[in-house]
Structure formats: C-alpha cells, structure tokens
C-alpha cells in the first residue's frame, strides 16, 4: 500500500526558511514524478514544483529562485527547501507522487504559515 507522510511545515516569519519532507512507502517512488502543491484559504490547489524521475524540476515562477525540490532515491524522500518566505506562501503543502500508469497519491498536508 502507498502512502505519502509530509512533514516539516510550521510556523516562520517572512524571510524565513522551512524545509519539507515528504516520506514514501510502496515501491513507486523510483518511477514516480513527485509534485508539491499547496492550498491557501479561499484559492485552488496549484502545483508548487515537479521533479522526474531523471531529475528535471519545474517550478512555478512565484517561487523561482526562492524553492528548491529535491529527491532521495535511497531514501524513498521528496524535499521541498524554501527560502525567503513570503506571507503569500501560507499555505497548506500537500505532496504528490505520480508513478505514471494511470494512478496518483497524496498526502495529508502540512502547514506552513508566514507571518511576523
């Protein structure tokens, strides 16, 4: 059985840093491409970042430069380092695993809120 466990999110104020992580179990994360997504009060989910199988990483550009995703193949581990945090990144952060054969996962969410 899969399962995503988040961990990692809290409370930091702006310019802060927080790092991520996203623990997998089952035997998908070799395969998989991983996505962060967040949910703030009142908005859609939007895709935070991806990273392949193979390393590529995308970002969305209100994190460009700020964010940095990582993966651990040994670990069965995702991150998600952000830095110079802004109020507008509160949110909760919800990680996402992709093996690509038509089946999707998540996990419960963490929060992360940026205030002063």
């Known amino acids: 059985q899969v399962q995503l466990v988040e961990s990692g999110g809290g409370l930091v104020q702006p310019g802060g840093s927080l790092r991520l992580s996203c623990a997998v179990s089952g035997n998908i994360f070799k395969i998989s491409t991983m996505r962060w997504y967040r949910q703030a009060p009142g908005k859609q989910r939007e895709l935070v970042a991806l990273i392949t199988s193979h390393g590529l990483t995308n970002y969305v550009d209100s994190v460009k430069g700020r964010f940095t995703i990582s993966r651990d193949n040994a670990k069965n581990t995702q991150y998600l380092q952000m830095n110079a945090l802004k109020p507008d990144d509160t949110a909760v952060y919800y990680c996402?695993?992709?093996?690509?054969?038509?089946?999707?996962?998540w996990g419960q969410g963490t929060q992360v809120t940026v205030s002063s």
């Open positions: 996402n695993a992709d093996p690509g054969f038509g089946s999707n996962y």
